[in-house]
């Protein structure tokens, strides 16, 4: 189980190679990567801002709580802060357990929770100028389900 | 007693620093936010609307009715917009 | 869009580091990989059989379906037959779409659908003797909530 | 007509053999079935329960009421335990 906050790019095939090794109880994994959507050419970078100490302290619980709720081998969050581009991976979940409903839902749970829980705020640079992301009704409603 | 004030996201730039140290006998977030907006209009441009605020008292979410007793870091930001 | 199956293991984290890469509409990637589990080391291997020719077109009809349902930038589906062994990567399905919510359902779908509709067949061998795997009710099951 | 019949899994190991070619005038699956369990014990055993099987004809899932008319390939099998 493990939580990482940087600024530096991760490699994406090797964090889930490294992950879905050696798991002996395990029969599903499954990871959740979020991507820099280039918005048809329009976004030229975004801006990832966060609160140092509280963003660990929150992935960690969020982490724990998913733990508590689905009976899980491993669980994995990798966040990125700093400048991304289009095309640019800014986070990952990966999930492990005996079965896939477990794994599926953990990732999802991890990911509802991280997109309205961890503070993390994203600013647009582009074509139309910077605005800071609006969070959206959807993302707090899908807490909801959980 | 003092506390480290954090600023982040819009509320940052609005209010045109990152952090601030604050003496303050405020019991409570709203009664800090009061302090704040009666200092300049830069806060309370920054304040103007709560319900598009959150606020984190020693960094675990709360509301703004949240006591302040024995608090050392308070932080104001937007809704976050993680994953 | 791509379906593949193979008797050769897959490199997981290559295929995912390849299948996330250059997709500019993309803001999520989900993937799911099935492993072979040990059952507390009473697993010694596992022989996949499965219909050639019908396997295929199984799982681009699943594949076609899912690209029906959500709009999807890319799917990929992996599956070995054959012999595989503890920690073995049996199967994977990759997932991008604009948003999580597509590219979670979508992978769910795929690998419900698979399950239960794919010509492939699972016999256990290990110290209790050998044994085929029974599809489960609940897999059965699963495939009524799409 | 001429079919080719598969056997898949344990169905393969109870009749002894993965395919094999046979000359019937079968309308259905279920008439098939029928000459296949008049054969030989092994048929019977494979086809006592044919709520334990599933069948494809021409590589689609269909059911034992379904017609053979053109068909080429007709493949018997346990459900599926893929994934």
């Known amino acids: 189980m493990a939580v990482r906050v940087q600024k530096a790019p991760f490699d994406l095939g090797a964090e889930i190679a490294a992950f879905s090794t ?3 109880a395990t029969g599903a994994i499954v ?12 976004l030229e970078r975004m801006e990832i801002e966060h609160y140092p100490g509280m963003t660990e302290r929150a992935l960690a619980a ?3 709580e998913a733990r508590r709720r689905w009976s899980l081998t491993d669980a994995l969050v990798i966040h990125r802060h700093g400048t991304l581009r289009p095309g640019d991976h800014i986070m990952m979940v ?8 477990a794994a599926f839902e953990a990732a999802e749970f991890l990911m509802d929770y991280l997109k309205s829980r961890a503070p993390f705020w994203k600013k647009e640079y582009g074509a ?6 609006a969070a959206k009704d ?3 409603n899908a807490l909801t389900r959980w | 007693m003092t506390l480290d004030v954090l600023y982040f996201a819009w509320v940052r730039e609005r209010i045109g620093l990152p952090r601030e140290r604050i003496e303050t006998e ?3 977030v709203s009664a800090l936010v009061e302090e704040l907006i009666a200092r300049e209009d830069r806060y309370a441009a920054a304040f103007a609307d709560l319900s598009a605020l959150r606020v984190a008292v020693d960094q675990d979410l709360t509301d703004f009715g949240a006591s302040l007793s024995g608090a050392r870091e308070v932080a104001f930001f937007p ?5």
Chains 1, 3 share one sequence.
């Open chain 1, 22 to 24: 050696g798991l002996a």
């Open chain 1, 31 to 42: 990871t959740f990567t979020g991507v820099v959507r280039d918005e048809d050419g329009r």
């Open chain 1, 62 to 64: 969020i982490e724990d």
């Open chain 1, 94 to 101: 990966a999930t492990a357990a005996r079965h896939r409903a």
């Open chain 1, 128 to 133: 139309d100028g910077a605005a800071w992301v």
């Open chain 1, 138 to 140: 959807e993302d707090e």
């Open chain 2, 26 to 28: 405020a019991a409570t």
């Open chain 2, 79 to 83: 809704p976050m917009t993680g994953g």
